[in-house]
């Protein structure tokens, strides 16, 4: 087996362990489970506490760069600029994984699940709850980033310096959504497995068939920018 393809399976089987995590918390969630009212209860007591009106509006504004939205709209800017570099292969691996995996998958589970959103907001919001779209977004579109950075950076420490700060700004996000009242803890933890879910399997297929994309639109006379480390 080669280098890459024991790389890809580490990476299926990561985002089997995490994909079987969120199916945990989803089924939890569509049964109503004694241990996600419990999960829900023991966190809300450790995040909703020292709430005030500046540290409503600070945290109000910083979940805005987890939002659905905003991450669609910085995935945009991030795909044109792959596009006028040429990354054509990038620019479908990124995109493909943070627009499906990151915004429409957990809005279908949205509608599918109905979860009504908890009623002690501190801000408004509709829709409904599970899984966190903040959560679920944010994990794909910071952990897509940080795979991209991962790939180019040769020293270890500075991969793993990239990776603990994408999962920081994660957390935070995740956070800001529990205190505002607008999720449940439950609802920002299935939205981190489904992002991961959805980053270590986009990872996971690069590996595997970036290489044929990019001899593909090759032959299409697109000059496809590749990736030298993975040449």
Not at 42 to 50: A, F, G, H, L, T
Not at 188 to 216: D, I, M, W
Request: aromatic share 12%; hydrophobic share 55%; net charge positive.
């Amino acid at each position: 087996m080669s280098h890459t393809r024991k790389n890809a399976t580490v990476l299926f089987t990561l985002s089997t362990v995490t994909a079987i995590g969120f199916l945990v918390f989803l089924i939890g969630v569509a049964t109503n489970a004694r241990f996600i009212a419990r999960f829900d209860t023991y966190w809300i007591d450790i995040v909703r506490v020292n709430i005030s009106t500046t540290k409503t509006d600070v945290i109000a504004f910083i979940t805005n760069f987890g939002g659905v939205g905003a991450i669609v709209m910085m995935t945009i800017a991030l795909l044109l600029i792959f596009i006028f570099l040429k990354r054509y292969t990038i620019a479908i691996w990124f995109g493909g994984t943070v627009l499906i995996g990151g915004a429409l998958l957990p809005w279908v589970i949205k509608q599918i699940i109905a979860r009504p959103r908890p009623t002690d907001m501190l801000v408004s919001q509709g829709g409904y709850s599970f899984p966190s779209g903040h959560a679920t977004g944010s994990t794909a579109f910071y952990g897509m980033i940080a795979a991209l950075l991962i790939i180019a950076l040769s020293k270890m420490w500075h991969r793993i310096v990239i990776g603990i700060v994408a999962f920081l700004i994660i957390l935070t996000i995740m956070y800001t959504r529990v205190y505002l009242g607008v999720h449940y803890p439950s609802d920002v933890t299935a939205g981190l497995l489904l992002g991961s879910t959805a980053v270590l399997a986009g990872s996971a297929l690069f590996l595997l068939y970036s290489q044929s994309c990019h001899r593909y639109l090759l032959s299409r006379n697109w000059k496809d920018v590749y990736l030298k480390k993975l040449e």
